[in-house]
Structures are given as structure tokens and as C-alpha cells.
């Protein structure tokens, strides 16, 4: 089976003072190259699906430091549901199974990549994700106070990539995106798609380093461990 990538990166960054957390220099290289770099040799196509005032930069960025298999850019859409399907669509025909990557998430392995498409071989969609370590209370709707502690038995926390298989995709996403906003908004994550058409999806196991950047605090810990594994590489 063909296999394509989308990496997600439209977000505007506003919780790291308003810069473009994708397109931040990390160790020397912008976020969203160690993203889509770290697919290579792992799929056959990609798309990076990124904001309309990003274009340009991001085709730079592409032109510069491109990954080992043909990739282009295209502009997302009003929602991460509508970027997403904008970039399942460009993908080549060829490519019959899709993972969707967030390009604020450059620390992904090799493995967890590996693992999440070989799922697709048995299974419509795959997440990759970390079993719930933390213990999870849930408060009142209008106030911070404690309602219940919930049992973190069977939680998972979702991660990237999350993979699918296309006819899946061209089944679920289109009818989705018809529906209304407040229906829309329960989507927080790609193969909640699945889950809301029906189907079938499954849990890769992954690792607490993939961490999506979206704080000053993890961009902290994303250069100590990008750092790290620089320098562990040439010791």
C-alpha cells in the first residue's frame, strides 16, 4: 500500500507570543522541517496543509530543507477538519493509506511512525498514544470545584501521527464537514472522524517525547531533548 503524509501547520502560534511555533527555529531548523523530515524513507508522498499568510514562507521553508519524497504545500482551511481533508485530497491516488502529522510535533520517532502505518495493514485507523499516567479530576461545569476523580484505567492521550485508510477518509470526512458548527467543535483530533462515522480505529502505543509544542514550557523541553539527541548521536 502507498502511504502519504499530511502535516498539519496552520496553527498561529499565539501561546508562544504570536510567532508561528511551526516555522521557530528549534536547534538550528525550523519546527516544521523536523516534522516532515522525520518521515523519510517511511512514506511515499506528502502535503504540508498551512494558512494562507504561511504559504509563501512555508514553501520556502520546503524549497530549503526538503524531505526525501516528493511534498508540497496547499492552504487549510476554516478548521483542522477542513486543512486535514484539503490535504488527504491532494495526496497522489496511489497513496491508499493516509497518517496526519502535527508539525508542531518534531521529537516523533521512526518507531512510532513505523508502528502506526503497519497498523493500517490490519485496522481502518490508528492513533498513536500514551496511557494516562496522571490522575484525572473532573470539576463542576461552573466552578473549579471537584466533582470526581476519574478512573484513568482504560485513558489514553492522543498523540500524532494518526493514521487511516483513504476510502475510509473520502467516506467520513466529506459528510461531516457538512454538519453543524457545534458537532464540528466535538472533533478534536483526526480519527475522532472515524469514531464519529463508526469505525473502527485502534491505539499505537507511543512515547511521552512526542510532545506537541504549544507552551513556552515545552519548547524548553523540546530543545533539551532535540539537543540531547544531537549530541547522543555524535559521541
Request: aromatic share 4%; charged share 15%; net charge negative.
Amino acid at each position: 500500500m502507498g502511504c502519504g503524509v499530511v502535516i498539519a501547520a496552520a496553527g498561529a502560534g499565539s501561546r508562544l507570543g504570536g510567532t508561528p511555533k511551526q516555522i521557530r527555529p528549534l536547534c538550528g531548523r525550523p519546527v516544521c522541517a523536523w516534522s516532515w523530515n522525520a518521515f523519510n524513507g517511511l512514506v511515499d508522498a506528502g502535503v504540508v496543509v498551512t494558512s494562507a499568510p504561511l504559504l509563501r514562507c512555508m514553501e520556502d521553508l520546503l524549497a530549503v530543507d526538503p524531505p526525501q519524497f516528493p511534498c508540497q504545500v496547499v492552504a487549510g482551511g476554516d478548521s483542522r477538519l477542513q486543512s486535514v481533508w484539503n490535504g488527504i485530497q491532494a495526496l497522489p491516488e496511489e497513496c491508499d493509506t493516509v497518517l496526519i502529522h502535527d508539525a508542531a510535533r518534531p521529537l516523533v520517532s521512526s518507531n512510532e511512525i513505523t508502528a502506526c502505518r503497519q497498523a493500517l495493514s490490519e485496522h481502518i485507523a490508528a492513533v498513536v498514544a500514551i496511557p494516562c499516567s496522571a490522575t484525572v479530576k473532573r470539576c463542576q461545569s461552573d466552578s473549579t470545584t471537584i466533582a470526581a476523580t476519574v478512573s484513568r484505567n482504560d485513558l489514553w492521550l492522543a498523540q500524532t501521527p494518526q493514521g487511516m485508510r483513504r476510502s475510509a477518509a473520502h467516506e467520513a470526512f466529506p459528510r461531516l464537514l457538512e454538519h453543524d458548527a457545534e458537532t464540528l467543535a466535538s472533533i478534536t483530533d483526526d480519527v475522532s472522524v472515524m469514531e464519529w462515522a463508526g469505525i473502527p480505529s485502534v491505539v499505537v502505543p507511543g512515547q511521552a517525547s512526542n510532545l506537541k509544542i504549544t507552551s513556552n514550557d515545552d519548547w524548553q523541553i523540546a530543545e533539551a531533548i532535540m539537543a540531547w539527541r544531537h549530541d547522543d548521536q555524535h559521541s
